[in-house]
């Protein structure tokens, strides 16, 4: 009688793959907000505001048709990125204000 071989689970490799896609992600993300700091500086040192709503109008619209070109969610992935506008619109506003600061 032969023994079965235990099958391959490939959960530890899909594990592994999500994970380099995680750091991926994150160092593309730290990259972001490195750019988006200089933005910052840039606009508080010229004296433009924080929040450009029509750039952000625009990046909403290119970001859906990216989406729906590669079958994501289109609203998740707003939701995703509206945190990440959330967060820079914050730091800007920070940056403006220390830049007033007497």
Known sequence: MSEKQPQPNPLEGWRQEIDRID???LDLLAQ???ITEQ???FKAEHGM???DASREYDQ???LDQLSM???LNTAVVQDIFGFIRDSVKIRHRQIQQKKNQP
């Open 49 to 51: 505001p924080a929040y």
């Open 32 to 34: 972001r907000f490195r």
């Open 69 to 71: 070109r590669r079958g």
């Open 39 to 41: 933005v910052g500086e």
């Open 60 to 62: 909403r619209l290119r």
């Open 23 to 25: 750091t991926a992600i």
